[in-house]
């Protein structure tokens, strides 16, 4: 040391350096085992500690093949020789010291192993299936790893496929699902095993009750019918309802909930098959649960007699109606005419005055006619309408007829005739006089048309109408007058009950009936009378249903009935002519018994109505008349069909002269007890006669509303209303139309009047274009004309034409 000035003595330290020895520490090295002539998996030896330096790693003596890497401490290479060796395994540092280990080396002549897929398995669909593998082995007892993989039928998703035990879920499909197992020992793989697993076909099974019989009715909704459920089966299952014959009689069958619902739209039995199959590929019945059971659809009985028992009181209501109008025509207060025909509304008079042409006739009478219309009555007269007579045509009584343009339902509606014999005339009694002895026999026929339709429930209907002919005999005395009628009706109606949608809710009623009416009207006093008649009819009604067409039904069918009523006039006031009336009649209809819907029907209506009526006449300016009229008529409807009170209110105008005549009327039935039942008519006419002598224009203008307007006193008119050539037939709205020229020809002293016509109407349309000719002197008229006419189903129906010429001659 120095002090910076001087160095210090010297002094020694000795320091030693140990010799450090490496060491394994608590290591142990395992056996390694090896398979000869197999590439060796490397092994990684235990690494030292300690020593002086570096380590430096030997293993020896090694088995042929293999080979020690030092650096990483790892056994690779291939073993040629099997055997067990002992190796030693050594550390050494830099001086020398080494630190060592012992081991064994073993080299196999390595054997395969054997897979064992297990025994063949079956199960159901959708269960869980365990496949097992662990029968597998190694001869030489190495560690297995394992390996499965499917190999025949529908593809599933196994679970743990590298284990002894994989899992899976049964498909929905029968079949053979096939896998296969190969075992590894680490060095070795062994041959594939198989195993089978079959899932069943499992058939379908309904659990519960099988399905019962049916009893249904048709064209009325069924309770909801819930099926049986099944169970079983290869997967979703679904469900069926087939039936013999086809079409579940027009029920529907929802399979997703098995529910059977509906309206059955036909009749018969059946055989239904109610099935239930699984989702496999199956479709046999052996792989199907079936149940069968009887299903029977009857006629709607009930609904079907109810609306035709309601449309045959409609039937019987009209064949009383219609005697009572045309017998009623009988006991009209006023002397008879002389002989007269009345064709399609035209009077062919006898060589005297027409109905309306004598004194006090008729309501609204056939005054004249001028070839285009009828005439109105005018003049002081007893009661609402009845005039002295004169009419506004070529002459009184009905001169100038027009052409028999019409069909048939109109020819019959405006046609009659009387022929009166016996001597001289039946005058009637004055007030105080004793009654006259002489008689008049009169011979009489006449024709009615009636419509009528009704809807006795919400979605039932029916329509029709009622055609009558009437031949009858009877003798007039003073007060008294009694006959004996012969009537042939025949009636066609239209039905429907339930909407009326399906064919089998439609269906028609056709009756013909021939009818004897006795009759007999007693004066009282002035114009006071009363009256009675009564009628006994045989005949036949046929029923068609709309689904059987083809296959009518006929019965017996028989009537009755009895009507009685009297008119009492009533004292005028200022200027205004009153007078009350009042009648009563019923009627009943049945059919023979049997079992089908026409069979044993009975359908009994009857009536009591009761009114007052009153008209004035004003002169007017033009040399013409204006009278305005009212009716009031209560009355009763009562037995089968619409029941219940009802007050009818009509009313109008009329105004004419010597060549215009303008009329306006309505008729409604303002209050009813049965719902949905409504009668009402609007009509306007307008008419233009040509000159006296037949020269001139003239015209024809009446359109017209709803149902006819004549219903309130169509009982206590003289003769039927008068329906023009154009028009067409049936209530509904409408328009008729006329237009022509009259010509003087001096030379043979006649008239020649070319014309057009058209009428308009909810049927359909007509068209005419013609002339006539008439010769005044010899009463002779010629007409010559062109139809066409259109039924309202113009789409379905032919377009008709025709030339007509009609010829008649006066005597």
Do not use: C
């Amino acid at each position: 040391m120095n002090d910076g000035n001087t160095d210090s003595e010297p002094d020694e330290v000795t320091v030693s350096v140990r010799d450090l020895v490496p060491s394994f520490g608590d290591a142990e090295v395992s056996t390694k085992r090896f398979l000869a002539n197999q590439p060796a998996r490397p092994r990684v030896l235990p690494a030292a500690s300690g020593g002086n330096g570096a380590l430096t790693y030997t293993l020896e003596p090694l088995p042929a093949g293999l080979r020690f890497e030092d650096t990483s401490r790892r056994i690779v290479g291939t073993p040629t020789v099997a055997g067990r060796f002992t190796v030693t395994y050594s550390a050494t540092d830099l001086d020398g010291d080494a630190a060592s280990l012992e081991f064994a080396i073993r080299v196999f002549d390595n054997r395969p192993p054997t897979a064992d897929a297990g025994e063949d398995v079956e199960t159901d669909p959708g269960e869980r299936v365990e496949l097992d593998g662990s029968g597998s082995s190694d001869p030489d007892g190495d560690a297995l790893t394992y390996a499965w993989l499917q190999a025949g039928g529908e593809t599933i998703t196994l679970e743990q496929p590298l284990s002894a035990h994989p899992a899976f879920t049964a498909p929905e499909q029968p079949g053979t699902l096939t896998f296969s197992l190969t075992v590894k020992d680490g060095a070795l793989t062994s041959a594939p095993d198989e195993v089978a697993v079959r899932v069943r076909d499992l058939a379908p099974s309904f659990v519960g009750a099988p399905a019962e019989a049916l009893a249904l009715v048709q064209g009325r909704a069924i309770d909801p019918v819930v099926m049986p459920e099944a169970t079983g089966g290869n997967g979703a299952l679904t469900y069926s309802l087939t039936s013999s014959p086809m079409g579940l009689a027009g029920l529907v069958f929802d399979a997703t909930t098995r529910t059977l619902s509906g309206t059955p739209t036909v009749t018969g039995a059946y055989t239904f098959t109610y099935r239930v199959e699984d989702a496999d590929a199956h479709r046999g019945d052996g792989d199907a649960a079936l149940m069968i059971f009887r299903v029977t659809s009857s006629p709607p009985t009930a609904e079907r007699r109810a609306v035709l028992e309601h449309t045959l009181a409609s039937v019987g209501r009209s064949a009383l109606t219609s005697a009572v109008d045309a017998i009623g025509a009988r006991f009209a207060s006023a002397v008879p005419p002389r002989s007269n025909i009345t064709i399609a509304g035209q009077q062919l008079a006898g060589g005297g005055p027409g109905i309306a042409g004598r004194p006090g006739g008729g309501y609204g009478g056939l005054g004249g006619s001028s070839g285009f219309g009828n005439g109105f009555a005018q003049g002081p007269g007893r009661g609402f309408g009845q005039g002295s007579g004169q009419g506004f045509g070529l002459g009184p009584g009905g001169q100038g007829p027009r052409g028999l343009r019409t069909d048939a339902d109109n020819l019959l509606l405006g046609s009659s005739f009387e022929w009166s014999f016996g001597g001289g005339v039946a005058e009637e009694p004055g007030e105080g006089e004793e009654e006259a002895g002489s008689r008049l026999w009169s011979i009489w026929g006449r024709g009615d048309l009636n419509s009528f339709n009704g809807r006795p429930e919400q979605e039932s209907r029916f329509d029709g109408d009622l055609r009558t002919g009437y031949l009858g005999l009877d003798v007039r005395s003073g007060r008294w007058l009694a006959g004996l009628a012969v009537s042939r009706g025949s009636s066609e109606s239209d039905y429907s009950f339930g909407g009326g949608d399906a064919d089998f809710e439609r269906g028609r009623l056709d009756t013909s009936l021939t009818t004897v009416h006795p009759y007999a009207r007693w004066k009282l006093s002035g114009s006071d009378e009363v009256w009675t008649m009564l009628g006994v009819g045989w005949g036949d009604a046929t029923h068609v249903t709309g689904d059987a067409a083809d296959r009518p039904e006929r019965s017996d069918l028989s009537m009755w009935m009895a009507a009685g009523g009297l008119r009492k006039a009533l004292a005028g006031f200022r200027g205004v002519d009153l007078a009350l009336r009042a009648d009563a009649g019923l009627a009943r209809l049945a059919t023979d018994g049997g079992s089908r819907a026409v069979d044993g029907l009975s359908a009994g209506s009857w009536r009591t109505r009761a009114g007052v009526e009153a008209s004035r006449s004003w002169q007017a300016p033009g040399d013409g008349v204006l009278t305005p009229f009212v009716e009031l008529a209560g009355r009763y409807d009562g037995g089968d069909g619409a029941a219940g009170m009802g007050l009818e209110v009509a009313g109008g105008a009329r105004y004419g002269n010597a060549r215009f005549q303008v009329e306006a009327r309505g008729r409604m039935l303002a209050l009813h007890n049965e719902s949905g039942y409504e009668e009402s008519g609007v009509s306007v006419s307008a008419r233009m006669a040509p000159k006296a002598n037949g020269e001139g224009l003239s015209m024809e203008f009446g359109p017209r509303w709803g149902a006819p307007v004549g219903g309130a006193e169509t009982l206590w008119q003289e003769q039927l209303p008068q329906h023009g050539g154009g028009a067409l037939g049936g209530a509904g709205d409408g328009v008729d139309a006329a237009l022509g020229y009259g010509f003087l020809m001096p030379s043979v002293q006649g008239v020649l009047t070319p014309f057009a016509e058209a009428a308009f109407a909810d049927q359909g349309r007509r068209y005419r274009l013609g002339a006539r000719f008439i010769v005044a002197p010899v009463q002779l008229q010629l007409e010559l004309a062109g139809e066409h006419a259109e039924t309202a189903a113009v789409g379905t129906a032919r377009a008709q034409r025709r030339f007509v010429f009609n010829l008649q001659f006066r005597f």
